[in-house]
């Protein structure tokens, strides 16, 4: 055996190396099969197809998509019923979950109980299993689109999804209240900083304010009403939809809680004597001494719950909501271009995650224990 | 008003019950308010659902009688409970898988008992589930041969757990003592795994397997559907044990390995003998719940059209004669899936307790609702 063995930096390199040839070998492999396979299949590759129409219908979608678009568009209005769904499933689920974690945490018994029992049955069931179960209930136990008797005036919840008033305008007024809204938390930001009322930044609400009088329209409210075989007016959530977000919001929110479970339980019983001998009410020790340190423990894997709803939103396959994966899988068929259209959805969901860690880090950081590094 | 209730708490007499009551259930006027328009929720629930499920439900007769009585149909359950549950394996050679069943009942059972905590279980468990497969296959013990492609329903889902488990688990460790290295090459190419794989959904990797795998192959030659699906199960949760795995790696104190390293002990006998022991032990309750997490994934495989228990219940539904009944079937294989989440929930707490913690930080504490 030649002395260079028993080098331990030898050994080291002759273990990466061998690693790295294996990899490469492998990536090597099943690239060159996939060339030689896809020409003899006579299978395009690229992205060109992109570019192609798309030939297929997608059920809903918030811009204007018909079977003429091309591929690159039926990929757009995936990827936004995606970013729909967990934006509207991320809020919910986050106010759930912190609400059943906080009824977890409380003295009364009943609360607990109920609170547990929620926790342990919808996070013991597979999230796929709930949803069918939710869409299956929605899509066949709900009265038909004839016989649905309206909640509270003009609210309808029948076979085909739910339908209720909506303004036909929403785009503009929610532009304006959005604006207002920053406008205010910076007064209040800069008002709570200087501790004096400041009349500056008060111009650009009363600006704002003005402009939304002389330009700004009211919200005009339409009803849904039965015309024929469907309803007409207002807006509409439909089976598929409105499965896909009940069945995520119930599954997550069941996690979240545990979340918020833990880290309220993990502030130190010191810290909330300490609070109370300030003369501090519990509620309010809740609020100032335990909630802002149970975040520094919470928000992390909070985020993580978040990118998991993002990612089982996917799961609107099984059920048949056009989300970004049932959009590409359709593509895939039309195709047959599969590396595509899979490389395609797998980027963005990474991206996703990629972003968001990104955020998290930036976060942890802000909100790191002064002098412990991590 | 104040003064009335007042009164009406001192005239109550000092039961045990009626203090627990008083401490936990009516201990400020928003917790009495809860307390009653809660209980009345819940008990509203649950008369409409005990109705449903036992007063109203049918459990012998037929499609018509069910449809008739307005309850729940358990009467379909029974017709069915043999298909979702084995799915098309052979009726006369049924007590295979279901001998498989009982066996894993038996060992989940002891693995309960602090008693048999050790190596005999950990192999008890690996020769029963190789036997289990040479059983359900029966080639091998001179049993009348089964296909893979009769495998379904329940034994099947246990089946790609279990092995999932045992192969994800080591491959986690490979994954996370690969990324907690100097090793330039092995940490870049297992932190690109780890996120890869943790970034996407896993119904994307499994259509991956089923669809765009055979692209990458040589021509002619194939793999098992199953097979190729039970490989992205153990890509996909090894990247999440690695995580988990390396959370225990990083709670380790310097001082140990320094300590390990200086009584003369080598790199791989110091990662071996005092790192990884301490530190998989530490990451055992999020280790289960990885585990959990992956028994619940494998319902996705009724998506590329393998026969788990989610598959044989789905396509239960599909009989002419017994249309409507979806939400009996459902309940059915949620409760199935729910004892088996649940116990395994259970075990690991059992492990949990049974270890030295830090004290029960902040619990019981009460912050006024």
Known sequence: ?374 | MSELILRLHEKLPQWKSVTWAKKNLFNSIFNTILTISIGLLVLNILSSVVSWFFLDATFQGDAKLCRESGGACWAFIFEKSRYIIFGHYPTALVWRPALFIFGVISLFGASFKREFWGKRLFWSWILWLTFSILLLDGRLLGLTHVETTKWGGLPLTLLISFIGIGCSYPFGIILAVARQSNLIVLKTLSVLFIELIRGVPLISILFMASVLFPIFLPDGFTIDKLFRAQVAIILFSGAYMAEVIRGGLQAIPRGQVEAAKSIGLTNSQTLRLVVLPQALRIVIPPTVSTFIGMFKDTSLLVIIALFDLMFTTKSSLSDSEWLGFAREAYIFTAMIYFVCCFSMSRLSKKIEESMPSDGKKGKGVSYGF
């Not at chain 1, 591929?71 to 769904?85: D, M």
């Not at chain 1, 689109?145 to 005036?153: D, F, K, Q, S, T």
């Not at chain 1, 200087?194 to 919200?219: E, Y």
Request: glycine content about 6%; overall charge neutral.
């Open chain 1, 1 to 374: 055996m030649p002395q260079i063995f028993y080098s331990l930096a030898f050994r080291r390199h002759l273990l990466q190396f061998s690693v790295l040839g294996i990899v490469a070998a492998l990536f090597w492999f099943l690239i060159s099969n996939a060339i030689t396979n896809l020409s003899e299949q006579r299978i395009a590759s690229g992205f060109d197809f992109l570019f192609t129409e798309a030939a297929f219908d997608i059920g809903e979608s918030f811009i204007e998509y018909s079977s003429t678009s091309s591929f690159l568009k039926a990929f757009q209005v995936g990827l936004l019923n995606t970013l729909l769904v967990a934006l509207i499933g991320n809020i919910f689920a986050v106010f759930l979950g912190t609400f059943i974690g906080m009824a977890r945490v409380s003295s009364n018994w009943l609360i607990k109980k109920v609170s547990d029992v929620y926790i342990e049955t919808f996070r013991n069931i597979p999230l796929l299993l709930q949803l069918f179960f939710w869409y299956v209930l929605i899509s066949e136990f709900l009265p038909s689109v004839r016989e649905a008797e309206p909640y509270l005036g003009s609210v309808f919840l029948t076979q085909r999804g739910l339908y209720f008033p909506f303004p036909q305008n929403i785009l503009e007024p929610t532009a304006i209240a959005l604006f207002a809204l920053i406008s205010l938390v910076m007064i209040y930001r800069k008002w709570r900083k200087s501790n004096r009322f400041d009349f500056k930044p008060l111009l650009l609400p009363v600006v704002l304010g003005a402009f939304v009088l002389i330009f700004g329209r009211p919200l005009e409210f339409t009803s849904p009403m039965l015309a024929g075989f469907n309803f007409e007016g207002g807006a509409s959530i439909t089976p598929e939809l409105g499965a896909l977000l009940l069945g995520l919001v119930l599954y997550t929110a069941a996690f979240i809680a545990e979340i918020v479970r833990s880290g309220i339980e993990s502030i130190d019983r010191g810290q909330v004597e300490a609070g109370m001998s300030l003369g501090l009410k519990p509620p309010l020790v809740f609020q100032f001494i335990v909630l802002p340190q149970a975040m520094r423990v919470v928000v992390p894997p909070l985020t993580s719950q978040l990118l998991n709803l993002t990612k089982n939103s996917s799961l609107a396959v099984a059920i048949g909501y056009p989300d970004l994966l049932n959009v590409s899988n359709t593509a895939l068929n039309q195709t047959g271009q599969a590396v595509e259209c899979i490389l395609i959805v797998m980027l963005i969901y990474l991206s996703f995650s990629l972003l968001t860690s990104l955020v998290m880090n930036i976060y942890n950081k802000k909100t790191a224990i002064p002098g412990e590094a991590r």
